[in-house]
């Protein structure tokens, strides 16, 4: 049986239920969706123990309040909306202790570069009936999340169960953290139409600095600057598939950054696509910022999608250690990640009451048991 | 159609991950059929590289891992199954054509524009539903919603242009007309297309996998039905007995 672990109290504009998509289904004309920042769902799944397909909750700009209904470990990674919990600041990228009772709120950016949307993750990942494999909110298709739509007061939300504990006080490391809003540089691998814009038209779309509309939303993100406009105005090209990243210039040659909500077919041309390690920052724009364009090459930005997969897969954590083993193990000996690092432990119980010892990567330490921990 | 007049295909890089193979620029079976003889192809090359595929209209995009493949590997590969995989090129074209069939209730509160269209076409309302139900619809790709075909092939004298207002909400399961297009509403949306009828089939159910009744590179055929022999449909599909009947003929 499951018990809701949070309820939703206000959910401001725009609260959904999202995690890594669901890829796969479009050739059926299945959206993947998914966390627009799909680095911060990450590293918000990783800090609090999850698999980082995890299910979180992306709140965009602010006007959320939750309650949590029953204790709980949370992080609050992506966009700085100004968290407290029971009316106290908390930190980003940290995990934290909810007890049962406590308030969590995101209001409001903290400042202009703070970014759009946050990503509250829970230990043991958001619960929500599976849609093709994911629990992702798609509004358009109604898919995912609670009944396909986006989260309203008074929903109450389970966790799923906790394979690996962690404590209060985890952080990301400094030097992971990203840098959103200011001047952005999105770097594009040129294609698959940008046979269609002339040297002209490409010389202006890679030294302009386009501003972020208001229109934007998690399809895409509307671009405003210089035209560029396609060789005899032919933006409209025959439907074809379209990905994350996708650089659509239609008719009114202003670019369209495709997001995690964005269809699987399309029709206007693209001229580029944005490599994955920038589309985060796209994502986290808010209306008003600016975005240039700096080509790179597939294989390039293969490269940095590569290190950036390392990255979350070699992580570990800065703040306390923890670990657990599940359940009445009778194994006398363990690997254990810890925080990202590994640990070989092997247990010798002592006989007629001798000494307990744990071999850690061949160090031998005495085992205290405390009955009743 | 001889060999060799086949346009040569393009390899398109598509960002980090992706690569898109395009077969000309044309809407047309025979450009239809290479994208998914190809599909057919890197799916039994059993490439543990490739992610996903997306057939359209003209080209097939590959989803690629980057962690066990680069641009490079993967555009040889598909080079190969280029040349390998080539529909045959002779007049006909062999491959069985797999036809399925959409039980449709024409008019009155199933399809309110039946007689906008014949109207607009000068005929009688019978007359566009035997012209509509009278032809095999290819369904070139799915996109746009879940489940949504792209159909090509009817008949240009039931054309019409959309409403100039599109309608809030069309229900799931209309069939509309666009222009030279028709196609079927999986699930409700907003929508401007002429409706003219309704098949109680549903067009996708995301428990089933498939999702989709039909796929992509085959046909469908709309079989007239009354309004007692949709709901009898429409009872069978919502307690899940219903299976859309499919028929393979020669090409």
């Known amino acids: ?373 | 159609m001889t060999a060799g007049t086949h346009p040569e295909p393009r390899i398109l890089i598509c960002g980090e991950d992706a690569l898109v193979v395009e077969f000309g620029n044309g809407i047309d079976p025979v450009t239809n059929d290479r994208v998914y003889a190809l599909a057919a192809a890197v799916e039994a090359a059993g490439n543990i590289s490739v992610a996903e595929l997306i057939p359209t209209y003209r080209s097939l995009m590959v989803h690629y891992d980057l962690e066990l493949s680069s641009v490079e590997e993967m555009t040889g590969f598909l080079n190969d199954l280029i040349t390998s995989s080539e529909p045959s090129t002779d007049d006909q074209n062999n491959s069985p054509r797999r036809i399925y069939e959409l039980p449709v209730a024409y008019g009155g509160a199933h399809g309110e524009d039946l007689d906008d269209v014949a109207g607009h076409a000068g005929m009688m309302a019978d007359e566009v539903i035997s012209i509509h139900s009278g032809t095999d619809y290819r369904v070139y790709m799915l996109g746009f919603a879940p489940g949504f075909p792209y159909l090509g092939g009817m008949d240009e004298r039931i054309a019409t242009p959309r409403l100039a207002s599109p309608r809030v909400r069309v229900p799931a399961g209309s069939v509309g007309i666009a222009e030279t297009q028709t196609g079927v509403y999986p699930i409700a949306s907003p929508g401007g297309w002429r409706l003219i009828g309704n098949t109680p089939v549903s067009l996708f159910d995301p428990s089933a996998d498939p999702p989709v009744p039909f796929l992509p590179g085959s046909f469908i055929r709309f079989v007239p039905v009354s309004s007692e022999d949709a709901k009898r449909v429409a009872a069978q599909v919502s307690d899940g007995t219903y299976r859309v009947q499919m028929t393979e003929h020669e090409g």
């Open chain 1, 1 to 373: 049986m499951t018990v809701d672990a949070l309820r939703v109290v206000s959910p401001g504009p725009l609260s959904t239920i999202q995690d890594l998509g669901r890829p796969g289904y479009q050739r059926f004309g299945v959206s993947v969706s998914g966390a627009a920042d799909r680095y911060a769902l990450r590293l918000g799944n990783l800090l609090v123990g999850n698999d980082e397909r995890g299910a979180a909750i992306e709140v965009t700009i602010g006007g959320a309040e939750f309650e949590f209904t029953s204790p709980a470990i949370f992080a609050i990674t992506g966009a700085d909306l100004s968290p407290t919990l029971n009316g106290t600041s908390i930190a980003l990228w940290e995990t934290v202790s909810a007890a049962a009772g406590d308030r969590l709120s995101l209001m409001s950016p903290a400042g202009p570069d703070s970014g759009l949307r946050a990503y509250l993750s829970v230990s043991g990942g958001f619960d929500a009936p599976p849609v093709l494999g994911s629990r992702s909110t798609h509004i358009g298709a109604r898919l995912g999340g609670i009944e396909g739509r986006v989260l309203e007061p008074d929903d109450g939300i389970p966790t799923g169960p906790v394979t690996n504990a962690v404590r209060p006080g985890r952080r990301v490391p400094q030097d992971l953290l990203p840098q959103y809003g200011g001047d952005i540089v999105a770097r594009v691998v040129p294609g698959p139409q940008d046979d269609l814009f002339d040297s002209d038209a490409t010389a202006t779309f890679y030294n302009s600095a386009y501003t972020v509309s208001d229109k934007s939303d998690r399809v895409g993100s509307r671009l405003e600057g210089p035209q560029v406009p396609a060789i005899d105005g032919a933006h409209d090209i025959i439907s074809d598939g379209v990905l994350s990243g996708a650089i659509q210039i239609p008719g009114d040659a202003q670019p369209i950054i495709l997001l995690a909500d964005r269809q699987t077919t399309g029709g206007y041309a693209k001229i580029g696509v944005i490599a994955s390690v920038d589309l985060a920052l796209v994502a986290q724009a808010s209306p008003g910022a600016t975005v240039r364009f700096e080509r790179i090459s597939a294989e390039d930005a293969s490269a940095l999608a590569r290190d950036r997969i390392a990255t979350l897969r070699d992580i570990s954590f800065d703040g306390p250690a923890s670990g657990t083993v599940q359940g009445n193990d009778l194994r006398r000996e363990y690997d254990l990640q810890i925080d990202g690092s590994g640990y070989r432990v092997e247990i010798t119980s002592g006989v007629d009451g001798g000494q307990t010892i744990a071999r850690v990567n061949g160090v031998e330490y005495v085992v205290h048991v405390h009955p009743g921990e």
